[in-house]
């Protein structure tokens, strides 16, 4: 089992910046990709971004541009720099983890990330 705890969401201006981590702990040793999904209210959970070990990324077309991977292989940790930020945003991120590049086999608890003046 892998346990993801997320944190660094909040309430952000329109055109603002946030930084999510996320840090992966338990069996790791099985974790080859890791990603951010978010939900909004009404909509479906969407991929946001994700980042396998050896570095390739994918990202929503929604959020390249603005958004930003990267890991800390040295501390299990996933980061989602956020930046220019607009309402549309506005959602529960969630960390993911798994075998491969946008698999998703674990999940963390989500963290709100509200975008609005």
């Known amino acids: 089992q892998v346990q993801l705890v997320e944190s660094g969401g909040g309430l952000v201006q329109p055109g603002g910046s946030l930084r999510l981590s996320c840090a992966a702990s338990?069996?790791?040793?099985?974790?080859?990709?890791m990603g951010w999904y978010r939900q909004a209210p009404g909509k479906q959970r969407e991929l946001v971004a994700a980042?396998?070990?050896?570095?390739?990324?994918n990202y929503a077309d929604s959020v390249k541009g603005r958004f930003t991977i990267s890991t800390d292989n040295a501390k299990n940790t996933v980061f989602l720099q956020m930046n220019s930020l607009k309402p549309e945003d506005t959602a529960v991120y969630y960390c993911?983890?798994?075998?491969?590049?946008?698999?998703?086999?674990?999940w963390g608890q989500g963290t709100q990330v509200t975008v609005s003046s």
């Open positions: 993911t983890a798994g075998p491969g590049l946008g698999v998703a086999r674990y």
């Open positions: 338990g069996s790791i040793f099985s974790i080859n990709a």
């Open positions: 980042i396998s070990n050896g570095g390739s990324t």
